[in-house]
């Protein structure tokens, strides 16, 4: 698949965004929308995160693993139930998932705007 036909499944694209630190989430927003997304959230809660899983229009989830003390993994359910892509967004890497989620995209942070697009691209690419 060439770049061009990559990068055009991010234009446009919604993006739920689930992600308690504020400096990241306004990172997060600024490389989606660079990448032509429209953010979805973000939401800084699980509470609210699980509303917008079950309840918003996206086309990909970027997760947080650990949100304001609370692990992800009920927003993750409600997202695969759903049939959509996520990704988790975690400091510790692949390792810190649980199963059942250990196959999905990781990125870790610090990350690159590059390793997102990247990221992201191969989730939407692959589905649920």
């Not at 504020?22 to 800084?44: H, K, Q, R």
């Not at 810190?96 to 691209?121: M, Y």
């Amino acid at each position: 698949m060439g770049t061009d036909t990559s990068e055009d499944l991010l234009n446009g694209a919604r993006v739920l965004v689930v992600e308690d630190e504020a400096a990241i989430s306004m990172l997060l927003e600024d490389m989606l929308l660079d990448f032509g997304c429209t953010v979805v959230g973000p939401a800084a809660r699980l509470s609210t995160a699980l509303e917008m899983a079950e309840a918003e229009t996206f086309a990909v989830a970027i997760l947080d693993v650990n949100v304001a003390g609370e692990p992800i993994y009920p927003v993750a359910e409600a997202i695969v139930r759903r049939g959509l892509p996520l990704v988790f967004s975690t400091g510790y890497g692949g390792a810190g998932i649980r199963e059942p989620f250990r196959d999905r995209p990781v990125v870790q942070k610090p990350f690159s705007q590059q390793d997102l697009k990247r990221t992201l691209i191969a989730a939407i690419s692959a589905g649920a």
